[in-house]
């Protein structure tokens, strides 16, 4: 067959930081005292509207220059429960395409979770299941952090397992939270272990908020140990990032996925290129804070935009002949 006569099909994979969405009702088993009405961030069904309508504008575009549609799976954090999820493809600039959703409560203690979205079209959930990654705070008692999230399916006639993690944050310090993100690289492991036992030669995709960057150690471990590649390593500089903290740009948000996405197989997918998706409409355009993440909020001001991360994706080529 003459090279001419081949056809490749391009997919966009992408992770999104939502940054808390949460809905209107008070629920009493999430800490989501910030977002009600007539508290300190005055979190009204406007704002709510209004966010779930620029989400839904963002995740529509990502990936959309190369491939004429919107991403095939969103791995998604920050999330409170079904509903914002629901309300989220409803919207007008999601609800055209033909979404599902993978989502489970979990115990974290700010009350969000992680998600999946994907085109129901090209990719057919199998399995799904959380898995806890057990912590202790210094008193000794468990610390709740955010589940871990395997979804396994058919896209289209290729297997994959997708693993969304959102892990435990630097709010108490880098080095003094390090050994928690550690303790969650080392579950994503075993997980990835269970998959290779169970799978001949399984295609694995992991993605999240690791609040760590490719070069720390949490990260190292797991692309060594667990014989992944990520491409977001390169994506990191002085000047670009998914988010910001005091001025420095990281890169926490990341998608590895595993060697066999090299391949070349006839029907089979096969990595093309990553990168992050911080068009100029995503951006503060003024003041000190120009060119970082617009964000909804400030600490409790309200800024109206649309998260405080950018998302990443990767494209993934299907040949066909």
Same mark, same amino acid.
């Given at each position: 067959? $003459?090279? @001419? ?36 961030? %005055?979190?009204?069904?406007? %704002? ?7 989400? /839904?504008?963002?995740?529509? +575009? ?12 969103? /791995? ?15 919207? $007008? ?17 700010? /009350? ?26 210094? @008193? ?10 395997? *979804?396994? /399916? =058919? ?14 944050? %630097? ?8 050994? @928690?993100?550690? $303790?969650?690289?080392?579950? *994503? ?13 399984? $295609?694995?995709?992991? =993605? ?11 990260? +190292? ?10 491409? =977001? ?6 000047? %670009? ?28 997918? @096969? ?31 309200? +800024? ?7 998302? *990443?994706?990767?494209?993934?080529? =299907?040949? +066909?002949?």
């Amino acid at each position: 067959m $003459k090279p @001419k006569e081949l056809k490749t099909s391009a997919h966009t994979i992408a992770f999104y930081n939502l940054e808390n969405l949460f809905d209107i009702p008070n629920d009493a088993t999430k800490h989501d005292g910030d977002f009600l009405p007539g508290l300190e961030k %005055r979190w009204t069904k406007k %704002r709510y509207e209004e966010k779930l309508y620029k989400l /839904g504008q963002v995740i529509s +575009k990502i990936g959309f220059d190369d491939t004429q549609k919107p991403p095939a799976i969103v /791995g998604l954090a920050e999330i409170e429960n079904k509903k914002v999820i629901q309300d989220l493809l409803q919207g $007008k600039e999601l609800e055209p395409y033909d979404y599902g959703f993978v989502h489970y409560d979990s115990k974290d203690e700010r /009350g969000i979770d992680v998600a999946l979205i994907y085109d129901k079209t090209v990719f057919t959930v199998e399995d799904s299941k959380t898995y806890s990654v057990y912590l202790e705070d210094h @008193k000794g008692e468990q610390d709740y952090t955010r589940d871990i999230l395997l *979804v396994s /399916g =058919m896209f289209y006639s290729e297997k994959l397992h997708l693993i969304i993690n959102h892990w435990p944050s %630097r709010r108490e310090g880098e080095l003094e939270s390090k050994p @928690k993100r550690v $303790k969650a690289a080392q579950k *994503v492991f075993e997980i990835m272990d269970s998959l290779k036992k169970a799978h001949s030669n399984p $295609k694995i995709l992991v =993605m999240g908020d690791f609040n760590d960057n490719p070069s720390n150690e949490s990260l +190292k471990f797991l692309s060594k140990a667990g014989e992944l590649y990520n491409p =977001m390593d390169t994506l990191l500089s002085y000047s %670009r990032g998914s988010v910001s903290h005091n001025f420095k740009w990281n890169i926490f948000d990341q998608i590895l996925f595993s060697t066999n996405f090299f391949e070349t197989e006839m029907n089979a997918l @096969k990595f093309d290129e990553a990168n992050i998706f911080d068009e100029a409409f995503l951006k503060q355009n003024k003041g000190k804070f120009k060119g970082q993440p617009f964000r909804t909020y400030a600490g409790k001001k309200y +800024k109206g935009g649309y998260s405080d991360h950018f998302p *990443v994706y990767i494209q993934l080529n =299907m040949t +066909k002949p």
